[in-house]
């Protein structure tokens, strides 16, 4: 069992798994993503913000 936490690499060195809906970015096997509906996101950054683009929404003062 190796303790060292590079010995395993980034997740760039696994296989290529598909892209984030919002930002384009890869998504690799073995590695985190959020799927919603279908649709693969890299993180709920680009989740929230996905969401904030296809939803109509209006802003207000209080």
């Given amino acids: ?3 060292d936490r ?4 980034l997740c760039q060195s696994y ?3 598909g ?3 919002h930002c ?5 096997k073995g ?5 919603f ?4 996101f890299c993180d709920a ?3 929230g913000e996905h969401l904030l683009e296809i939803t109509d929404y209006d802003e207000v003062i209080l």
């Fill in 45 to 47: 950054v680009c989740l």
């Fill in 19 to 21: 892209e984030c809906r």
């Fill in 24 to 28: 384009g970015a890869e998504l690799y």
């Fill in 15 to 17: 296989k290529t798994a």
């Fill in 6 to 9: 590079f010995a395993y690499g």
């Fill in 37 to 40: 509906e279908g649709e693969l």
């Fill in 1 to 3: 069992m190796n303790l």
């Fill in 31 to 35: 590695c985190e993503a959020i799927q």
